[in-house]
């Protein structure tokens, strides 16, 4: 069964440094998103994006944050100068289609800002 | 004011029993729901979309209430297996749209 693959699975950095957090959605999709949760909390919508240019973004992906699809297969998370706040699990969703918005989640990255 | 609400939890029962999640959501104009299962540290999977009529799949049944924007999960016949957080999703507009979460509702099944 195809799924949603993300890199690494844990990522540790120090304040003020750059991360880049790595998905492959599933491969059909057309629809890539990411979602983030902090430890004890819900999940929160970041950024949406389809045919290359993002869709909707939501308040927390300000400045620092950025996404690409480099190729044809990998969809990316940057953060530029990550903050001690930013510390959380990153989910890539992907889906194929808008009319169920089924998304479908990839394991991960935890991302620890010391 | 929060966007998709759910019974707080935990819910401890033993093995066999049947339980329900309620959720209600405040945008009537919601279009699609969901609801999705969380194990701890790991990803939402999602367990089963709702449909106006509801909808059953095997010991999981899905009620959604338009009217009264309010959307059920009933678990019969619970399993260890099943212990993990239920997670009620609304997809605000239709279209590409993110996905509004509630914060879940923590089940334990108990043998």
């Known amino acids: 069964e195809p799924e949603v693959t993300q890199t690494p699975s844990h990522q540790v950095t120090q304040m003020g440094q750059e991360v880049i957090l790595r998905c492959v959605p599933i491969?059909?999709?057309?629809?890539f998103y990411w979602y983030r949760q902090i430890l004890g909390q819900k999940v929160e919508f970041l950024v949406s994006?389809?045919?290359?240019?993002?869709?909707?973004k939501s308040e927390i992906f300000d400045d620092q944050f950025s996404v690409e699809r480099p190729d044809g297969s990998n969809f990316t998370l940057k953060i530029r100068s990550t903050k001690l706040e930013d510390s959380a699990m990153y989910f890539c969703?992907?889906?194929?289609?808008?009319?169920?918005?089924?998304?479908?989640f990839g394991p991960g990255t935890r991302l620890t800002v010391l | 004011r929060k966007e998709v609400e759910q019974d707080p939890g935990p819910f401890n029962v033993p093995e066999g029993a049947t339980v329900a999640f309620n959720c209600t959501y405040s945008?009537?104009?919601?279009?699609?729901f969901f609801w999705y299962r969380q194990d701890c540290r790991k990803e939402p999977k999602l367990l089963m979309s709702?449909?106006?009529s509801g909808n059953e799949d095997g010991r999981f049944t899905a009620q959604l209430n338009r009217a009264s924007q309010y959307i059920s999960l009933l678990i019969r016949d619970s399993k260890l297996s099943d212990s993990a957080t239920y997670l009620c999703?609304?997809?605000?507009?239709?279209?590409?749209?993110?996905?509004?979460f509630g914060k879940g509702t923590r089940l334990s099944v108990i043998a």
């Open positions: 969703a992907s889906t194929s289609s808008t009319i169920t918005n089924e998304q479908f």
């Open positions: 491969s059909n999709h057309l629809y």
């Open positions: 994006f389809y045919n290359n240019e993002i869709s909707e």
């Open positions: 945008n009537s104009a919601s279009q699609s």
């Open positions: 709702v449909y106006s």
């Open positions: 999703v609304v997809s605000p507009y239709s279209g590409n749209t993110p996905l509004v």
